[in-house]
């Protein structure tokens, strides 16, 4: 493909509350075996861009670990690769990535090495499967400077996204950086396309004024000067930037529709694979509605929810509408509802945590790993 990739992963969220405490949003573990980068880097991988850098930053560490391999999105190649940048100190420069446009000023070199035409920016919290190369060529068709993939969304809060309105060619008019009010329901889905050369010279612009947003400081600064065009589409898409949508999101991967988008139509999201046995139910399991990944042992009753790898469900244990993270230990008669427990936690025996007015966080730490 003429485009390289871009995924933008270095951003916290406080809406994710204690899930962002340790892990980057992009590392957000999703549907079991999968985390939230997984998406954006497998649909570069399927669009054909051989060449992809993620400008990462805060709590990197598990976000970078993940990562330690290009050869599970089929990077791990003679021409291209996986790049991972991080803000690093330099004689011009000591300061932390100040947003989406610096961070990318800051690793601008990379830009200018590249010879692809056009490049293909991406956040790194969005659930989806798109074809880059549907929305190059559209971007080709419409001789736009920039293109802006959008969805409609409906009952959703678009406070939390950039709202925008076309005209009837699809010409963005307005743009609106999360609104106290919404004038419309189509939101952008954080997914750019733009000629590398047009973006060096807007990104090196925005340095000079010292502006450091993309959204802000480009997309809408010059919206009525720039030729920005909107693609919509109409297939899933999610955000889990918050702790309510993340668990919408994970929520999601229960419906068989949704399980069959992903899972069994191609092309196929790709993650980074743990050599796990499979999942154990013992005497007493019994299982409704439910996805359980890999090493998980099950002793009680799990329903309409979701186990991430290497937990383990204590006898006479009722576990409903949850998502337990990696590597949980549930003691006995343990009953959790409506809630999300933190990777790695132990949760003590005859233990109750139910989401009463919303979605409990469960963070619980007991040491199991002592001398």
Not at 301 to 327: A, Q, W
Not at 329 to 334: E, F, H, V
Request: glycine share 6%; charged share 25%; net charge positive.
């Amino acid at each position: 493909m003429r485009a390289i990739g871009i995924i933008l992963a270095g951003g916290n969220n406080y809406r994710m509350r204690e899930l962002s405490n340790k892990r980057a949003i992009a590392a957000m573990p999703i549907a079991g075996s999968y985390r939230s980068i997984d998406f954006a880097l497998s649909n570069m991988s399927n669009s054909h861009i051989q060449k992809v850098a993620v400008l990462t930053q805060y709590n990197a560490r598990s976000l970078n670990e993940h990562l330690s391999s290009s050869k599970w999105w089929d990077f791990g190649r003679k021409q291209g690769g996986l790049y991972i940048f991080t803000p690093t100190i330099t004689s011009d420069n000591s300061n932390w990535y100040r947003g989406t446009a610096d961070a990318i000023f800051q690793n601008l070199q990379f830009l200018k090495n590249s010879h692809e035409p056009y490049v293909v920016i991406a956040s790194g919290d969005g659930i989806y499967k798109l074809d880059y190369n549907k929305v190059l060529e559209y971007h080709i068709a419409k001789r736009a400077d920039v293109t802006v993939v959008c969805t409609d969304v409906n009952g959703e809060d678009t406070s939390r996204f950039g709202v925008l309105k076309m005209n009837e060619d699809c010409r963005i008019e307005e743009f609106d950086e999360k609104p106290m009010v919404s004038y419309s329901n189509t939101i952008s889905t954080g997914i750019y396309v733009i000629r590398r050369r047009q973006l060096i010279e807007l990104i090196e612009k925005c340095a000079q004024e010292d502006r450091h947003d993309f959204v802000k400081d480009i997309l809408i600064r010059y919206k009525n000067l720039k030729r920005i065009y909107g693609y919509k589409i109409n297939t899933y898409w999610s955000n889990i930037s918050s702790v309510e949508s993340y668990y919408k999101t994970n929520m999601d991967f229960l419906k068989p529709e949704v399980r069959n988008y992903f899972f069994r139509q191609y092309p196929e999201i790709q993650s980074k694979i743990d050599d796990l046995p499979p999942a154990k139910y013992n005497p007493g399991a019994a299982i409704k509605n439910s996805l359980i990944s890999s090493g998980c042992i099950i002793n009680g009753e799990v329903e309409n929810s979701i186990l991430f790898k290497k937990v383990f469900v204590g006898n006479n244990c009722v576990i409903k509408n949850s998502i337990i993270l990696n590597d949980v230990y549930l003691g006995d008669n343990t009953h959790i509802e409506n809630c999300i427990v933190e990777s790695r936690d132990t949760i003590r025996a005859n233990s109750y945590y139910c989401g009463e007015d919303g979605i409990k966080v469960v963070v619980e730490k007991n040491e199991r790993y002592v001398l």
